[in-house]
């Protein structure tokens, strides 16, 4: 019964694992985009609400 239980632990830890390689390879990903203007300037304007000094932003108020 002892076995039963440490192989579903051992499958638990294994899942966790491979979802902590997955939040790396992503992290990994964004850093090296780290030097992307473009990228930076995206965010800057989706997360931000930045833009341009002579950039006009239009918003529909309707949000369609």
């Known amino acids: 019964m002892e076995i039963v239980s440490k192989q579903e632990e051992l499958q638990m830890v ?3 694992c491979e979802e902590q ?8 990903r964004q850093i090296s985009l780290g ?3 473009t990228y930076l300037a995206r965010i800057a304007r989706d997360k931000l609400g930045m833009g341009y000094s002579d950039e006009h932003v239009f918003r ?3 949000g369609s």
């Open 14 to 16: 294994i899942q966790q």
């Open 21 to 28: 390689r997955i939040s790396n390879k992503e992290i990994k």
């Open 35 to 37: 030097d992307d203007q």
């Open 60 to 62: 529909d108020a309707a």
